[in-house]
């Protein structure tokens, strides 16, 4: 059986994945669906010079001088609501109403609060003065907002592989695409396997488990933007494995992730069935918890098969799958961020790259870190009491207190 490093079994199996197909769709269907497309700006952002308050469109030159005392008059020759599209030009010693967002008039280069002016009426329904006292001067562009200040045509706001955030729309809308060209959702088919599971509502027997994973995992994958296809549970046969992979044939998955089962034991019928259809490599990678890791094809399509237990299963999910399923999705950047973190005790680890359970809480600007609970592979409470999981280097055997170490905030 191989062994390899948690970066070279990482690799390998990257190697085998590309992103999936694309689509056009409705952008209001495009919510965390990776981009397909350099977005590019066929318009400027704001479209048109439009004012940032309710106030008067006026020539700065004309109030220059304005002051409380004696303040400038000037006649009001239009009243431009949000939405109108002023046809007037302002000639010296004119002004005109506008509101938020409204188009400014050619001639007017500056807008003066309804605050600065003798006309505090803000209600758009009410008729403007016909004249209207400027209390203050104004520079030529205060209170407006030019076009193209934000964006300008020509450039690329968004890029392909840039998974969509909710002000990635507001911003596609402003552009005016109505449908644009992401990545479809990536399917993976998700067993777990095992004699011993049980389904969560069913009655408990002597010398039977829950089945934990399948919900635990079918989270984690659907937290990274991926359709589940729950397979349900392979008992320890070759026929009752056997039906399951062909389901998720049938149902045309991307990938196969299952849990358990691919330790070589006695009872491991994982391997015989992916091997009448296809190939699979056992695994040793150097890490903990997640020692074993399974890797083939079943009729072509990638097969990842998780440890057993459920701390390992976990890990193994953040270290192999998240990033191969940000692969899939066409996502450049589909991988965790590791932030650093100093460790409040001293940490053995025993050599491999070990990913361990923490409780992290700031001080002074800085992320402490301690251990949680029991660190065996089967123990979820302290996954549960954790909020991070420390990285310990292979090669490290002793991490002081004090020290900092990477991790991924949970
Ligand atoms: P195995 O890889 O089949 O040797 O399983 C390793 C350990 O993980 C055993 O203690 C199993 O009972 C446990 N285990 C396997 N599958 C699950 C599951 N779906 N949920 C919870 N524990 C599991
Ligand atoms: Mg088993």
């Known amino acids: 059986m191989t062994l390899l490093s948690v970066s070279e079994a990482r690799e390998r199996i990257l190697s085998h994945f590309q992103s999936v197909t694309t689509e056009s769709l409705p952008l209001a269907e495009c919510m965390n669906r990776v981009l397909a497309q350099d977005i590019t700006a066929e318009t400027d952002l704001p479209l048109f ?61 500056a807008v003066v609060p309804v605050e600065d002016t003798d006309f505090e009426n803000r209600d758009a329904g009410s008729t403007p003065p016909d004249y209207v006292k400027i209390f203050k001067p104004v520079k030529s562009g205060d ?19 840039r998974a969509l955030k909710p002000q990635d729309l507001g911003l596609l809308a402003m552009l005016g695409f109505a449908r644009v060209e992401v990545h479809r959702k990536p399917r993976v088919g998700l067993f777990s396997s095992g004699d011993e599971l049980l389904e969560v509502g069913a009655l408990l027997e002597s010398g039977k488990i829950r089945d934990s994973n399948s919900y635990m995992l079918a989270s984690l994958i659907e937290s990274a933007n991926v359709e589940v296809v729950r397979l349900g549970v392979a008992k320890d046969n070759f026929d009752s494995v056997k039906s399951l992979l062909e389901r998720a044939v049938n149902e045309n998955v991307d990938l196969i992730l299952s849990s358990a089962g691919v330790s070589v034991g006695a009872y491991d019928f994982v391997k015989s069935v992916i091997e009448s259809n296809g190939s699979m490599d056992f695994w ?37 799958v998240r990033g191969t399923l940000g692969r899939l999705s066409g996502s450049l950047d589909g991988s965790r961020q590791t932030v650093r ?69 949970l």
């Open 143 to 161: 209170s407006t907002r030019p076009r193209g200040m934000d964006v300008h045509a020509g450039d690329v706001v968004l890029k392909k592989g």
């Open 49 to 109: 010079d439009n004012s940032s308050m309710d106030g008067f469109a006026i020539r700065a030159t004309d109030v220059a001088d304005a002051n409380p005392a004696s303040p400038r008059s000037l006649r009001v020759v239009a009243d431009i609501p949000a939405g109108a599209s002023p046809t007037i030009s302002l000639a010296p010693g004119e002004a005109a109403r506008i509101m938020t967002g409204a188009q400014m008039p050619n001639g007017a280069d």
């Open 284 to 320: 040793r990678v150097d890490m903990r918890p997640g020692k074993p890791l399974a890797f083939g094809k079943y009729k072509k399509i990638p097969f990842i098969g998780l440890p057993g237990n459920p701390v390992s299963a976990f890990v193994g999910f953040e270290v192999f």
């Open 341 to 409: 973190v100093r460790s409040e005790e001293e940490i053995n680890s025993d050599g491999r790259e070990s990913y361990l359970r923490a409780q992290i809480r700031e001080e002074n600007g800085i992320l402490l870190a301690r251990l949680t609970g029991h660190q065996g592979s089967g123990n979820l409470l302290s996954l549960v009491q954790a909020d991070a999981l420390l990285i310990i280097p292979a090669g490290v055997k002793c991490v002081p207190a004090g020290q900092e170490v990477d991790a991924w905030l």
